[in-house]
């Protein structure tokens, strides 16, 4: 019963974690938000992006010069493409 609550206790924690880094990420992107709307462009949203990309473990390798701005533009069409007619 004791290891029980220990585990419960460690899902909270780990689910408060999440949601605190989630925060941290939506106020990140609103950073991006140049016309302060509420919401990001799909401009907005590559520059976004472009600027996670030394942060993602597999794409730190990535060539810095063209390669991250095709790589941002694609992620951002794509993110768009599956968000449908919901995103701006």
């Known amino acids: ?3 029980q609550m220990i585990h419960m206790h460690v899902q909270m924690i780990h689910m408060h974690v999440q949601m605190i880094h989630m925060r941290v ?3 990140h992107m609103g950073c991006f938000d140049t016309d302060g709307d509420g919401a ?3 401009t907005e949203l590559q520059a976004y992006i472009a ?3 030394p942060e993602l473990p597999g794409l730190q ?3 810095r010069s063209m390669a991250v701005d095709t790589y941002a533009q694609i992620a951002a069409r794509k993110f768009l493409f599956f968000l ?3 995103g701006k």
């Open 1 to 3: 019963m004791h290891i």
């Open 40 to 42: 990001v462009t799909d």
């Open 84 to 86: 449908g007619k919901k």
């Open 25 to 27: 990420q939506m106020i």
């Open 51 to 53: 600027a996670l990309v």
């Open 61 to 63: 390798g990535i060539d």
